[in-house]
T-cell receptor, first 113, second 110 residues
Framework: KAGVTQTPRYLIKTRGQQVTLSCSPI?????VSWYQQTPGQGLQFLFE???????NKGNFPGRFSGRQFSNSRSEMNVSTLELGDSALYLC????????????FGPGTRLTVT | SQQGEEDPQALSIQEGENATMNCSYK?????LQWYRQNSGRGLVHLIL?????REKHSGRLRVTLDTSKKSSSLLITASRAADTASYFC??????????FGKGTTLSVSS
């Protein structure tokens, strides 16, 4: 079974631009979660989608948004990029929401200049 | 959602030694999960222990859960250089997101 895939793997953007990151979960998994990881703040939860509905949301500004499609693939969007958005963005999928282990993708390394 | 607190923050041991990491949390849980992250990569699930379980094993890993003390420990026996990584615990409540703490950074030298 193929693992969680994230595209692109690396991205360089300029302040003020917007970016869309993509995540394809393991086949059959309906829950997708997104995390931001930085050296200073550690691993922070962004949001979780289950069956195209946002189930949980972390404490991030409205510039961070996401969605999930009917095939469970998910995208997250960051608008008006700031230098502090430079981070490793990780996506994780699980069979259902909540009570099961998560499988993580390799991440997208975003650098904002 | 709640975040676990791993302790110690950093641990350095020699190959062949055992490594023990602890996790504390604040409110009741459905399960607690442990993950490993090698530098700059995605997290890898290690073990899930349910609230009605006290101990679980997987290869060289042993996890205990004490719900009365709201704590868990992860023991890695006979550590290898390849075990060098950050380890995270995630206490999980029904219907909530999995939140990770700062983790324990384990260094195993040969």
């Amino acid at each position: 079974k193929a693992g969680v895939t994230q595209t692109p793997r690396y991205l360089i953007k300029t302040r003020g631009q917007q970016v869309t990151l993509s995540c394809s979960p393991i086949s059959g998994h309906r829950s997708v979660s997104w995390y931001q990881q930085t050296p200073g703040q550690g691993l922070q939860f962004l949001f979780e989608y289950f069956s195209e509905t946002q189930r949980n949301k972390g404490n991030f500004p409205g510039r961070f948004s996401g969605r999930q499609f009917s095939n469970s693939r998910s995208e997250m969007n960051v608008s008006t990029l700031e230098l502090g958005d430079s981070a490793l963005y990780l996506c994780a999928s699980s069979l259902v929401s909540g009570d099961y282990e998560q499988y993580f993708g390799p991440g997208t390394r975003l650098t904002v200049t | 959602s709640q975040q676990g607190e791993e302790d110690p923050q950093a641990l350095s041991i020699q190959e062949g030694e055992n490594a023990t990491m602890n996790c504390s949390y604040k409110t009741s849980i459905n399960n607690l999960q442990w993950y490993r992250q090698n530098s700059g990569r995605g997290l890898v699930h290690l073990i899930l222990i349910r609230s009605n379980e006290r101990e679980k094993h997987s290869g060289r890993l042993r996890v205990t859960l004490d719900t009365s003390k709201k704590s868990s420990s992860l023991l890695i026996t006979a550590s290898r250089a390849a075990d060098t990584a950050s380890y995270f615990c995630a206490p999980n409540q029904a219907g909530t997101a999995l939140i990770f703490g700062k983790g324990t950074t384990l260094s195993v030298s040969s």
